[in-house]
């Protein structure tokens, strides 16, 4: 009984853990793009330049939503709570 | 034979060696891991015993690797300090390149193991916290070099009431940096593997794309975070 309490709970907090942490970087990596593409736009030279940069700091926020994904990962396959 | 493309999917089950009740090694991340390090052994003194000035396209992909992590380290450490720490940063760049290629390029399943399975060996957590450990290392060991016992004023620097701050950054730092790499080499496998389960042909090709980009993305922002680390602490 307590273990299916625990794993019902588990597969929510999963789902939670990767649908938030998603959230924020969506978009904090939208307004990069965004603003990536004004500045080529008005600066097409600085094109490489950018595509750099944008790719290095997109990464970094994609590690954001990873350690969600690290959360539920644990969470569903090294549950420290189950027996 | 369909049952042949699809696979299970495995997460936190390993082919261990014990060696007594206690201590025991993961056997598909170490023989993968030395598989690795050989290869990259062999190619590199192979490709570097013969440099010619006229460089054969195989000494020219070394030389625009090392073009690269030059520019890292000199864009992160300073013109006049990177050339100690090249060779940690190169060293961490190749390794974490290897092994995501090898994990995303050579078809381990084929292979049948007890338990387990061979995959890269980022895949692994505790080689990420192996390399960021080894991070941590080299910072603390670059800023006691070359600062002396001054290091320990970089605790008190914008003002004394940022101690505690600066101390749990020295802890956050490598743990961010074994779970950007591990999380996003497992979440690159389990993507592949889940659409491989729903539709196995052609469509999972561009994810697999998309995951061999990611993972050479994640070697150069492993070697830019490390030098950056260094960096930060002997400017």
Not at chain 1, 33 to 42: F, H
Not at chain 1, 54 to 80: C, D, K
Not at chain 2, 10 to 39: D, M, P, R
């Amino acid at each position: 009984m307590v273990d299916a309490l625990i794993a019902a709970a588990s597969v929510l907090a999963a789902a939670v853990a990767v649908g938030f942490a998603g959230l924020g970087p969506g978009i904090g990596q939208g307004n990069a793009a965004g603003q990536a593409v004004e500045g080529i736009a008005r600066q097409p030279e600085a094109e490489g330049k950018i595509r750099g940069t944008l790719l290095l700091s997109l990464a970094f926020m994609e590690s954001l939503t990873i350690y969600g994904l690290v959360v539920a990962l644990s969470v569903l396959f090294a549950n420290p709570f189950t027996s | 034979m369909l049952s042949l493309l699809l696979s299970k999917i495995e997460v936190g089950s390993h082919l261990y060696i014990n060696f007594s009740e206690t201590l025991h090694l993961h056997g598909e991340t170490i023989i993968v891991s030395s598989l690795v390090v050989a290869a990259l052994s062999i190619f590199l003194s192979i490709i570097t015993s013969n440099l010619k000035r006229i460089p054969s396209s195989l000494q020219s992909v070394i030389e625009i690797i090392y073009e690269l992590v030059k520019s890292i380290a000199i864009i992160q450490m300073g013109p006049s300090y990177y050339s100690q720490f090249l060779p940690f940063i190169a060293t961490i760049f190749l390794f974490v390149l290897g092994s995501n290629l090898s994990g995303a390029l050579i078809p381990w399943k084929l292979i049948e193991l007890s338990s387990g399975e061979f995959a890269a060996p980022t895949n692994d957590i505790n080689t990420t916290a192996c390399l960021a450990i080894l991070t941590s290392i080299s910072y603390f060991f670059a800023g006691l070099k070359i600062k002396g016992i001054g290091y320990f004023k970089r605790y008190i620097k914008p003002a004394v009431f940022f101690l505690p701050l600066n101390i749990v950054e020295d802890f956050t730092k490598p743990l961010s940096l074994n779970f950007r790499l591990f999380g996003n080499v497992v979440a690159d496998e389990l993507t592949v593997t889940v659409i491989c389960s729903l539709v196995p042909l052609i469509i999972p090709l561009p994810i697999m794309m998309l995951g061999l980009f990611a993972s050479s993305l994640q070697a150069l922002i492993f070697a830019t975070l490390s030098a950056a680390y260094i960096g930060e602490v002997i400017e």
